[in-house]
Nanobody, 124 residues
Framework: VQLQASGGGLVQAGGSLRLSCAAS????????MGWFRQAPGKEREFVAT????????YYADSVKGRFTISRDNAKNTVYLQMNSLKPEDAAVYYC??????????????????WGQGTEVTVSS
């Protein structure tokens, strides 16, 4: 599985961005997908994850109620809608996929495939 993230950019605090992650391959619908982020000088942290069908999602407490993860299996794409952005949300955001038919994952070591990252900058 190859992943290509896009949609990052500069936004003012309180604004919104939608990240996209396009996946290659015919097995996308059997992979749990996740979003992680890494700010300068910090470890990579979990943001959100979504099940194969999209029916189950889980969020880090820091983004709950502001971010929404979704997927379109027909387009092999997973999204991260980010609203009410805060300066502390600034980071490089990575999409990731678990190996086929595994359950939701909440740690970076559980993911096997990674995109190249897209940078989000939030001005105060």
């Amino acid at each position: 599985v190859q992943l290509q993230a896009s949609g990052g950019g500069l936004v003012q605090a309180g604004g919104s961005l939608r990240l996209s992650c396009a996946a290659s391959g015919r097995t996308f619908s059997s992979h749990v997908m996740g979003w992680f982020r890494q700010a300068p000088g910090k470890e990579r942290e979990f943001v959100a994850t979504i099940s194969w069908s999209g029916g189950s999602t889980y969020y880090a407490d820091s983004v709950k109620g502001r971010f929404t993860i979704s997927r379109d299996n027909a387009k092999n794409t997973v999204y991260l809608q980010m609203n009410s952005l805060k300066p502390e949300d600034a980071a490089v955001y990575y999409c990731a996929a678990r190996k086929s038919e595994l359950p939701l994952g909440f740690h970076s070591y559980e993911y096997d495939y990674w995109g190249q990252g897209t940078e989000v900058t939030v001005s105060s």
